[in-house]
């Protein structure tokens, strides 16, 4: 079993619609919780950033995180052709020297106009 | 802000060759910094982490002496490839680490093609 899952899709939703990704772990140890955007071709864009449980919200992207189920959630709300994208969850258990990341395979977004 | 660079962008060389890569951060000091290999529609596979003023460490099944890493400075690492061969081609990725936060941010990615 993987660290890390997530769905690789791909996932292809009209403009407009609500995007739900998602991600299961099983290191119960993870305590800061990350979403990259990386487009083709290109480095990850960090997107979203969260420590512990909770939510966060940041313009149409709203980052959930269920620490008791080990399951963590990005919504795009009022999707956008140019979201279309990998989508990648990564984790990590501490902050301080050889800190690491854990990710997920990475869900292929399509918004078709 | 966070701003991370590398260079090139896209190197092809000839097999028996090394290419240097550099990461570059722009507007903040990381004493780490991660090389990350990644293969088409997969994801990122970490090699090696960089701190600066000491060796680097590598994951398991990473060849140090093919892949040499360099933090001589808080803002720039290199990863050179030695005797590079076809099968080294991928798109090589760093990242910063954001002392304090503890988040990284990444290089736009450099794509290695071995002749």
């Known amino acids: 079993q993987k660290e890390v899952e997530q769905d690789p899709g791909p996932l292809s939703v009209p403009e407009g619609a609500i995007v739900s990704l998602n991600c299961t772990y099983s290191?119960?140890?993870?305590?800061?919780f990350m979403w990259y955007r990386q487009y083709s071709r290109k480095g990850p864009e960090l997107l979203m950033y969260?420590?512990?449980?909770g939510n966060k919200e940041d313009g149409r992207f709203t980052a959930q995180v269920d620490k008791s189920s080990k399951y963590i959630s990005l919504f795009i709300r009022d999707s956008q052709p140019s979201d279309s994208a990998t989508y990648l969850c990564?984790?990590?258990?501490?902050?301080?020297?050889?800190?690491?990341?854990?990710f997920g395979q990475g869900t292929r977004l399509t918004i078709n106009p | 802000g966070a701003v991370v660079s590398q260079h090139p962008s896209r190197v092809i060389c000839k097999s028996g060759t090394s290419v240097k890569i550099e990461c570059r951060s722009l507007?903040?000091?990381?004493?780490?910094m991660f090389w990350y290999r990644q293969f088409p529609k997969q994801s990122l596979m970490l090699m090696a982490t960089?701190?600066?003023?000491?060796?680097?460490?590598?994951e398991q099944g990473v060849e140090k002496d093919k892949f040499l890493i360099n933090h001589a400075s808080l803002t720039l690492s290199t990863l050179t490839v030695t005797s590079a061969h076809p099968e080294d081609s991928s798109f090589y990725i760093c990242?910063?680490?954001?002392?304090?936060?503890?988040?990284?941010?990444f290089g736009p990615g450099t794509r290695l093609l071995v002749l």
């Open positions: 507007d903040f000091q990381a004493t780490t």
């Open positions: 969260t420590y512990s449980s």
């Open positions: 960089s701190n600066e003023g000491s060796k680097a460490t590598y």
């Open positions: 990564a984790m990590s258990d501490y902050i301080q020297g050889a800190q690491k990341l854990v």
């Open positions: 990242s910063a680490l954001l002392a304090g936060v503890g988040t990284q941010y």
């Open positions: 290191n119960s140890a993870f305590q800061y």
